[in-house]
Structure formats: C-alpha cells, structure tokens
C-alpha cells in the first residue's frame, strides 16, 4: 500500500540565523527512513506523467520503486541510465515546474519529493564508494566537447559511456563552468561536482583547462586534430549592466564577477588569494536564481542588509519558490516593484547608494508578464555601498567569431536545429550558448539529445 | 602545469620569464595577453605576452613585483612550473599599413611595448622609441628596443640615465621636430598613457593605448575589466585590450584600477605605483 500522506517528508535544513553564516550546504539531506517513507508516497503511475516532466527522462517511478525497496544501488543506476549528474540534479533542478509539477499526488496535496530522493541515492551512492563505472570499449572516433558546464558534461558524459575518445575543452582552470563559478557551495557542494567530474574520467573522458576555444584553439584546429565532431557547451557568460549611470562605481560588479570570485576562487573558505569586496550594505538586482545566489553569498560574508531589488512584483520573481523563500528566512530584504535609475557615488568613486523608482504593473508584455510601468516622481534611495548586477547574461561571442559558417541569432544564440545540430557540418551546439540564460536541466537535455545526434551521425559516416 | 624554461631579473622589481605553453605560442602575437595562476589556491593575475617562439613553444612574460602573487611567481626557479597559464587573449594589435609609429612604454609597459615595436619593424614600418623609466636602475630592455628602433629616446624622472623629464616630453619635442607619425602606441601606467593621449590630441595624431584593468576569467564573463570608451561601456579582455586613447576614460580607469587597493598586501605607494606601471592586478 503506497502512503497516502498528502504532505511530502520535510527536508532537513540548517537553521537560517545559522546558515547565514557559513557557506555549508543549507538542505542536509533526507535520513533513509525519510527517505523510505517519502518512496512510499509514489503510486508508480502506468502512464508516469513525471517521466515527461524530465528533460533527460530519467525513469522516475523506476528508481523510486528500487528505493522503497531499499536497492539504492538499483535505484542509482536507473537513474545513471539517463542522467549523468545526478547528486548535482537532486540539487539544483526546479523540480516544482518539471517532474513534480506532473505528479499525480500533486493534484491532491504535494507530489512525491523527487528531486529530494534523487539526492538521496545520488549521496548514498556517492558515500558507499561503489564499485568504478566500468570502462567502455573505445570505438576509435573522437569527439571534442568545448565548454565543462551541464551541457558539456552531460554531452561528453553520454558519448563516453558508448566508447567514444572525448576530451573536454575548458576556458577556466578548473572544469564544472556555471556548477564550479556560479552556483554557490551552499546550494551545491564543489566537491559533488569534482566527484561526478571525476567519475567521467573513470569513464575515459580526458579535461583540457586553460584552453579557450575561439581563442587557444579554434574550431577548425579541432577538426584538424583529428576530431569528427564538436559539440560546443559555451553558456551563456557575457554578464548584462542596466546602462544606467555609476554601474562602472567601485563596488558595482556583475553577479557573475562576485559568485566566481567568491565561488571558484575561493573566498567562501577564506583561503584563496583573490580578494573580494566584503559590503556592509548591498542591493542585488534581478529576481533570478543568480540574484537570490549573490544577495545569499553577501549576507555570508557578513553584510548587515541586503537587498534584492526587482522591477515586478513577488508573482513574477524568476527564481525557484525555494531559493526565495531561503533567502527570506536568512534575511534578504525584497524591495519589489522597485527599479534602479542611477547609482551614487559615496567618494572616490565608490558606491554611496542606489537610486530606484517604484514601479506598477501594466498590461501584459511579449512574456504574458505584466509589464512594469515607472510612478513618475517616485524616486527613493537605498543607502548601499555595493550593487551586484544579476539581470541576466548573454551567448560569449568569442567561438561565433572565430567559426566560420556558425550561424547565431541577433542576440548571440548559436542556431541549431532540433538536435543540436549548428548550422556548421559536424559542430552541435546546446545549453544557453543556444537559449540563452536557462536552467541546468535544460542544458544537460540539450547535452543528452547532441550526444545521441552525434552517435547517429558518426556512425552513418562509418 | 606550465614550466619555466628561464629566469633572469631585468631590474631588482622587474623579472623575465620563459614559459613552456606551446598551444599559447601557436596563437600569440603582439598586444595579446596570458592569465595565470602561481598556485592551487593562487588568484587568476593578467600579463601581457612580451614575446613568444613558436617553435620552441615558449611564450615570454615580465613582470613587475607588485603584490602578493607576483611576489610568490617571482618565488618561482628555473624548472618550475606555473599552475595555470591560459591564452593568447584579447585582440592583436593592429600593425598593418602603418609606415612610422611612435612607441612609448613607460616603467615595466616597457615589456608590452617591445613586441608591438618588434611587431612594426617586422612589418616594415619604421619605429620611433621613447622609453621612460624613475631611474637608470630601473632601465629595462634598452637594447632590445635600439634593435627594432630607427629612434630612440631614453627618459628618467631624474636624470640619472638618457634624458631628464617624462616620455611626453620626449614625445613632443620629436613631433615639434616635424617628425609625422601615422599613429602612437602607449602602453605603460594608465596615468602615462593620458597625458601621452592629450599630447597627440592637440596634433591630432590617431594614438592607441593598451588597458590591463583587474579582471578575472579573461574571456568576458566576470565584467570587471570594463571601462568607459567614447562614452560606451567595453571589456578590455574581449573588445581590447587596445582602445583608441583618445576616447578613453582614464581618470575612471584609475579609480577602478584601485578598488582592491585595501586588499593587496604588498601594494606599494599609489603614486610609485602609477608611476612605475605596476597594475593593481599585477
């Protein structure tokens, strides 16, 4: 009998005025009784309306099925079929719009914590050190993958597994793109990452950092080397400034520029040499999840206020539910409807304020969001001396520039078709370098559906 | 892991290196610039290619010590290795189609400045050097730049080698002489370069500067390398490091330059450092 408990198991958290503090991961972990009884609430649906919810169509009702019967090994492997990071999913999917959102237990009450047991089995398998994926046998054909991010990895991870030679090109000096300078260690442990990176070498998956495709080498170069196809994971990392004036105040800096320095470079554990600004006062800008990271980020290393300041309304927050309501409980203050129009200068030009306009929501614009319209006269001040811009990033157009026959939309998206195939023979392209900024899910899908048109391709060519 | 092939102090603060980076030498040219990083925990610091052989797959850089990570690089022997050396990034500079230049280099810009003169002569064009320096014992690559200079002037803050006075002295007296330059290349500490760029302004000579701003990837993701030209906002990693000086925003340059002034344990005096080249992120 499936537990018919309308309410899913509580994930277990550290206390916000604790947390608030440090940068361990906020979400613990369910216990395997949690665990258990959270498997239990599956109905494993015939249909599994979830699997849909998927991008990469992990078996949902299968793996749940193992881990009620307490085969998490089973239940890993169900999932390792079609995902391949799954500790890095169970952490940062927005499972409430994908696969819950289509659980049948949510019609009556919560769905079935998916991405919570995902985690679960991930972690399990992770601590009970199981057995080495074993190495397929080489095919011979290599495959360059450019770019280390979710794309790039799920990408190189799936043409592993069927025996291809594949090396992964990365700019940075440590491969995990957005997992390793974006997403901050509380959300997603840099050590998660470097174990499911490591995996993939087991699997024969050779990392070259320090490279810069576009720039270190080109595309062509790749082709030249032997390689028969590219599949180019780049992201999208090109940070987005408002064009308003003082953005170029000290104090001022894109959301990616603070989440690297304190992520990949360390300033979250206080050892590494690159310095980071340590605000007493700061607005972060933007409503996304990269917001809600930076004004989270801040708060830990000891700012006494910080703001989010976004142009809608608390219905339109782009951010995951959760992420929000985590940063309420560790204090973030949400100044809504709020628009930034100047940004003062204390002296010496540093940061002394930021100057915002209340806004109103209008008539629905192009995204079926109601449109923001600015109070006249409406003017306030926000006394900060930081201001952290998260409103968005675009396509780098470093590759597009140095590729010829890459064709890209206006606003810099590699063009491809429905299986990732550019307009460039043999070069793939997903991810947001394709969609531009998107979730980890969507760019592992896209990894996964390139991987699969690559095989098809080289194995027709013979 | 990147090994230094050779090591030699040009000044007591300035030092060559010789880096085995061959992908890095197969790409580089003049105006182009690495990142590195000393060590596992090391920041990410930006340096200009100073020279590079392709094939011996070497690329040269010179630094000056100014903080805690070119303290620890300098720390490095021959033999060594460099943790992380990535490139050739940002643009080349452009040296066609010029017939005479003048190169101004200032304190350890010096270094960018003599593969960009090198870069000219190679191209036919014929090079005027003006070099400025605090004193003789900070004078650097004197010989190499007479090698690739028809010109070459030689200026010391105080007189204690070539000529007394600032490279725009030099400079103007050179282009009061009636020489005719097509263009004028400096690159040295951002205060040099502005008053260089108000120079040729007032004889309307097209000159270009080259910006080594606090950044940190190097490929246009963290937006902190970006600056104001012609009144627009660029990135000096992706859409430089070269701008048209004379629509350069210096004064807000320096001020960025000095955001993490605080931070940088070894930093020297602000003046000395403007006035010897030293970058806050060098």
């Given at each position: 009998m499936p537990n018919m408990r309308n309410t899913k198991n509580e994930m277990p958290s550290q206390a916000p005025d604790v947390r608030?503090?440090?940068?361990?991961?906020v979400a613990l972990g369910y216990t395997e009784t949690m665990a258990l009884d959270e498997a239990a609430?599956?109905?494993?649906?015939?249909?599994?309306p979830c699997v849909t919810g998927c991008p990469v169509n992990i078996n949902i009702p299968a793996f749940i099925k193992k881990t009620a019967e307490g085969d998490y090994e089973g239940a890993y492997g169900v999932i390792a079929e079609s995902s391949s990071l799954p500790a890095v999913c169970g952490r940062v999917c927005p499972q409430e719009t994908q696969c819950e959102s289509k659980c049948?237990?949510?019609?009556?009450?919560?769905?079935?914590?998916i991405g919570r047991l995902e985690r679960f089995v991930a972690d399990r398998h992770r601590k009970n050190g199981s057995v080495a994926a074993e190495r397929p046998t080489p095919n011979g054909h290599k495959v360059a993958v450019v770019g280390s991010g979710p794309a790039g990895l799920t990408c190189a991870g799936a043409l592993g597994k069927l025996g291809y030679d594949v090396t992964v090109f990365e700019a940075?000096?440590?491969?995990?793109g957005v997992l390793v300078y974006g997403i901050p260690e509380f959300r997603l442990p840099k050590a998660i990452v470097a174990e499911e990176i490591d995996q993939m070498k087991e699997l024969g998956v050779v990392f070259e950092t320090n490279?810069?495709?576009?720039?270190?080498?080109s595309v062509d170069d790749l082709f030249d080397d032997g390689y028969e196809a590219v599949f180019i994971g780049?992201?999208?990392g090109l940070p987005r400034f408002m064009?308003?004036?003082?953005?170029?105040?000290?104090?001022?800096?894109?959301a990616n520029e603070f989440l690297t320095r304190i992520n990949l470079m360390k300033a979250y554990k206080g050892d590494g040499d690159t310095p980071v600004m340590h605000p007493r006062r700061v607005a972060v800008v933007g409503g996304g999840n990269v917001a809600m990271d930076a004004a989270r980020c801040a708060k830990r290393l000891g700012a006494e206020e910080v703001y989010i300041v976004y142009r809608r309304s608390e219905n339109e927050l782009p951010a995951r539910a959760e992420e929000v309501e985590h940063a309420k409980e560790e204090g973030i203050i949400f100044r809504l409807l709020s628009n930034p129009v100047e940004i003062l200068e204390s002296?010496?030009?540093?940061?002394g304020g930021i100057k915002c306009v209340r806004m109103e929501l209008g008539e629905p614009d192009a995204s079926g969001r109601r449109r923001p319209v600015a109070v006249e006269g409406s003017e306030f001040v926000i006394d900060v001396d930081a201001v952290i811009m998260a409103i968005g990033t675009s396509p780098n157009p470093l590759i597009k520039s140095t590729t010829e026959g890459l064709d890209t939309e206006r606003w810099g998206g590699i063009i491809t078709n429905d299986e990732g195939?550019?307009?460039?023979?043999?070069v793939w392209a997903g991810g947001d370098a394709v969609t531009g900024a998107a979730t980890v899910i969507l760019a592992m899908g896209a990894g996964k559906t390139a991987a699969e048109s690559i095989d098809r391709y080289i194995k027709e060519r013979g | 892991m990147f090994k230094i092939i050779e090591k030699k102090e040009l000044n007591p603060t300035v030092t060559f290196m010789k880096v085995s980076a061959p992908r890095v030498a197969a790409k580089a040219q003049a105006g182009q610039f690495v990142i590195l990083r000393v060590d596992e925990n090391g920041e990410r610091i930006p340096l200009t290619v100073a020279g590079y052989d392709r094939d011996r797959g070497t690329v040269d850089i010179i630094f000056q010590i100014v903080g805690a990570t070119t303290e620890k690089l300098n720390a490095l022997a021959e033999g060594d290795n460099i943790h992380d050396f990535v490139g050739p990034l940002g643009r080349p500079t452009e040296i066609e189609g010029l017939s005479k230049v003048a190169v101004v280099g200032g304190g350890v810009g010096c270094a960018i400045a003599l593969p960009v003169a090198r870069a000219l002569k190679d191209a036919g064009c014929e090079v005027h050097s003006v070099v400025g320096f605090r004193n003789r014992d900070l004078v650097i690559l004197e010989e190499e730049f007479r090698d690739v200079s028809a010109k070459m002037k030689i200026m010391t803050d105080d007189g204690s080698?070539?000529?007394?006075?600032l490279v725009t002295d030099a400079l103007r007296s050179l282009i009061e002489s009636g020489e005719q330059y097509d263009r004028v290349i400096a690159i040295g500490p951002l205060v040099m370069m502005k008053f260089v760029c108000r120079l040729t302004e007032e004889f309307g000579i097209p000159t270009v500067v080259s910006m080594n701003p606090i950044m940190i990837?190097?490929?246009?993701?963290?937006?902190?390398c970006r600056l104001t030209v012609d009144g627009k906002m660029k990135f000096a990693c992706v859409d430089g490091p070269d701008f048209d000086g004379h629509k350069v925003d210096f004064d807000e340059a320096m001020k960025r330059s000095s955001v993490y002034k605080d931070f940088?344990?070894?930093?020297?005096e602000e003046t000395c450092r403007l006035l010897k080249g030293g970058n806050a992120n060098a």
């Open positions: 608030n503090k440090n940068f361990d991961e609430r599956c109905l494993n649906c015939k249909n599994s049948v237990r949510g019609i009556k009450g919560e769905p079935v914590g940075l000096h440590t491969p995990g490279t810069v495709v576009g720039r270190t080498l780049t992201g999208a064009g308003i004036p003082g953005e170029n105040l000290n104090g001022v800096f894109s002296e010496n030009m540093f940061v195939l550019t307009t460039r023979t043999a | 080698y070539g000529e007394k006075g990837d190097g490929t246009g993701m963290c937006g902190g940088e344990k070894h930093a020297r």
